[in-house]
């Protein structure tokens, strides 16, 4: 079974400017979330969508972050425009319904000098 | 914010038993304990859960006191490759997760 993809791996910007992540969770799981993990801390939930609609967005920054999943399959995240306090490594997980376990991608690494 | 307690870190020799703490005296009735690992330079990833049961699996056993108030993630045979960040988790069911700091697990040679 392919695990969660995400790209890319890394990515480094400069502030103001603006980034897009993207995951593609395992097949048929319908509930997909992004985390944002600081260094030296636990994931924190940004935002989790149920199939293609979501189901919290309380800590997503929304001035800046945005995300979608379009046809409840694959999803993005954007930031725009980008704060040095972002640089974080960005992950993405998905669980089948009704399953306790989420599986999460590697994540990706963003720099913002 | 996280409603667990986990001690910062912990070193552990290879081969022997690691024993990982976690107190969560305000668990509701309703709230699962769950663990997951965090292994450098990748995602969190599942290990076990309980709700008042202990519970064993390929990978490690989870302790729950009978109060719930605490529990122990137990690894029987530490490797160098279960040196990671250990999360302590309770949530209800289908719920949102929320991480703390976890505790960092050094297995040493």
């Known amino acids: 079974e392919a695990g969660v993809a995400q790209s890319p791996r890394y990515k480094i910007i400069e502030k103001r400017q603006s980034v897009a992540f993207w995951c593609n969770p395992i097949s048929g799981h319908a509930t997909l979330y992004w985390y944002q993990q600081i260094l030296g801390q636990g994931p924190k939930l940004l935002i989790q969508?149920?199939?293609?609609?979501?189901?919290?967005d309380s800590q997503l920054p929304k001035d800046r972050f945005s995300a979608e999943r379009l046809k409840g399959v694959d999803s993005t995240l954007k930031i725009q425009p980008a704060k040095l306090e972002d640089s974080a490594v960005y992950l993405c997980?998905?669980?089948?319904?009704?399953?306790?376990?989420?599986?999460f991608g590697p994540g990706t690494r963003l720099t913002v000098t | 914010d996280a409603k667990t307690t986990q001690p910062t870190s912990m070193d552990c020799a290879e081969g022997r038993a690691a024993n990982l703490p976690c107190n969560h005296s305000t668990i509701s009735g309703n709230e699962y304990v769950y663990w997951y690992r965090q292994i450098h330079s990748q995602g969190p990833q599942y290990i076990i859960h309980g709700l008042k049961n202990n519970e064993t699996n390929e990978m490690a056993s989870l302790i729950i006191t009978e109060d719930r108030k605490s529990s122990t993630l137990i690894l029987p045979h530490a490797t160098l490759r279960d040196t990671a960040v250990y999360y302590c988790?309770?949530?209800?069911?289908?719920?949102?997760?929320?991480f703390g700091k976890g505790t960092r697990l050094h297995i040493l040679p």
């Open positions: 997980a998905s669980t089948d319904r009704g399953a306790f376990e989420q599986y």
């Open positions: 969508f149920q199939n293609n609609g979501v189901v919290d």
């Open positions: 988790i309770v949530r209800v069911e289908d719920d949102k997760i929320i």
